[in-house]
């Protein structure tokens, strides 16, 4: 059932006998960070603090030290690897995320296959994750399959058969988790011109056909919370087909911010677990809020960047702007204000716009709003630097989405264009926000393979 509450609201579904939580442990001058379950501690992140490391370690030090770019790894049971499918993956923001959840649930995460249209996102991609198998093309022809209603209820006509050679190699390697961000230009607000209906809106069904194909454990869906109404219905489709595939789905719409993002992000996800139990929905809600973080500030996560020279970080380096912006920009700072006047604004952003944050000014203690691709612009989006008369640079804005600086955001030819990096960092799931539902997916499993007398379902 789809669920909009807050996540504060959704752990009143939470039962079972201890409540979990993450913890922080100094270990051996390394900080782990784990997800704890029924009081037992498995896997985990190793993070090597910084040299001005506080003196109580916590979940915010940790966060903060490994945004920062603070060097980590995986924890796993030895023998134990989670192959890891990502389509649509454009440059690995939830890829990222599903290796970190997976480590926080006790696993290690491994790439098996990525596949996106654009050439340039699967450079970025490639230098970051390594993934065994690529697929460079049109993932809606990737995947054989038909669906059908019978009895109202749609289902696949015929088991679902990946036909191209990256993707049924990665299905004979085996596959745990497909992770997927299919396009949402079609379902998003932001698109005036084809909202919510749009040809790439059936898209969206691609990864449950690839997970029923592959047998996944676990198939996660995200997108925006406009997906509810295209035209196509295609989540109401994606989760009844996926149920009756042998799936337990679960919807929720999160705000990244109360994940540890800097950033106010609200995101629709399907969830689809493969023989879970009947408490499956509850538990993982539970788990959901044990994961869930104090609210993060633009301060939080990027203040340290004023120190750093701009000549030794690439992509900390501030867009050019015309002279009418900077003026804008000046405007602003000069009236210690947040919001530009109408009269200042283009006629088009004047009254009666719908975009009121366009030309607006961030706040060092506020979470930012949703980072876009637009953010080198200030008629974009609220992207005014809060203490500098400038637009966020690349560095910053991917701070605010989650990205850590050891990410590498710079494609194998050098610096990526402007419009590359923006794409990249702007269309990305924030990785802390995929972690914490991929750990919620994946230990509501070993949870409940446990309780019903089972080995955990994502154990090769």
């Given amino acids: 059932m789809f669920d909009s509450r807050p996540v504060e609201a959704l752990a009143e579904r939470g039962d079972g006998p201890s409540v979990p939580r993450v913890e922080v442990r100094d270990c051996g001058g390394h900080w782990v960070k784990r997800l704890v379950l029924s009081g037992e501690r498995s896997g985990g992140i190793r993070l090597e603090p910084p040299a001005a490391a506080p003196d109580e370690v916590g979940v915010d030090a940790w966060d903060q030290a490994w945004l ?8 796993g049971r030895d023998g134990e690897a989670l192959r890891i499918a990502d389509l649509f993956c454009a440059a690995g923001g939830f890829s990222l995320g599903a ?3 997976a480590a926080l649930a006790g696993l ?113 869906i995200e997108n925006v919370p406009s997906v509810l109404n295209s035209v196509e219905a295609v989540s109401r489709v ?34 689809l677990l493969r023989r879970a139990g009947g408490s499956a929905e509850a538990r993982f809600f539970q788990i959901l809020r044990a994961l869930s973080t104090r609210t993060r500030t633009v301060r939080w996560a990027i203040e340290d960047l004023r120190a750093v020279d ?15 912006n900077r003026d804008r920009i000046a405007y602003l700072f000069e009236h210690d204000l947040y919001e530009l006047p109408d009269p200042l604004r283009p006629p088009c952003h004047r009254d009666g716009h719908t975009y009121p944050s366009v030309y607006g000014r961030l706040r060092w203690d506020e979470p930012a709003g949703t980072i876009t691709q637009g953010f080198h612009s200030p008629g974009r989006g609220r992207f005014v630097h809060p203490g500098e008369r400038r637009t966020l640079t690349a560095r910053e804005a991917a701070r605010l989405q989650g990205f850590p600086d050891s990410y590498d955001l710079c494609a194998a030819m050098g610096t990526p264009r402007t419009n590359v990096l923006a794409k990249a960092i702007g269309e990305a799931v924030p990785p802390p926000l995929g972690a914490a539902v991929l750990a919620a997916a994946l230990a509501t499993i070993r949870v409940d393979g446990r309780q019903r007398g089972g080995k955990d379902r994502v154990a090769p």
């Avoid at 920062?68 to 924890?75: I, K, L, P, S, T």
């Avoid at 019978?150 to 745990?176: H, Q, S």
């Avoid at 799936?247 to 629709?268: M, N, W």
């Avoid at 701009?310 to 009418?324: F, I, N, T, V, Y």
């Fill in 68 to 75: 920062r770019g603070a060097r980590w790894w995986a924890e």
């Fill in 99 to 101: 290796r970190l959840g």
């Fill in 108 to 220: 290690r995460g491994h790439v098996v296959l990525a596949g996106d249209h654009d050439p340039r996102m699967l450079d970025i991609y490639r230098r970051n994750h390594a993934p065994s198998h690529e697929f460079l093309g049109n993932l809606g022809l990737a995947v054989d399959y038909r669906v059908t209603t019978r009895g109202g209820v749609p289902r696949f006509v015929y088991p679902p058969e990946p036909v191209e050679r990256p993707l049924r190699r990665a299905a004979e390697t085996g596959v745990d988790v497909v992770v997927a961000g299919p396009p949402c230009q079609g379902h998003s607000n932001l698109n005036n011109h084809t909202r919510r209906n749009d040809p790439r809106n059936t898209l969206y069904l691609v990864p449950v056909a690839f997970g029923v194909a592959v047998g996944a454990d676990v198939v996660v």
């Fill in 238 to 271: 994606a989760r009844e087909v996926g149920a009756a595939s042998g799936y337990v789905p679960i919807e929720c719409t999160l705000d990244a911010s109360q994940f540890g993002v800097a950033q106010r992000r609200k995101r629709h996800f399907l969830v």
């Fill in 310 to 324: 701009e000549r030794k970080d690439p992509l900390h380096r501030p867009a050019a702007l015309s002279s009418a």
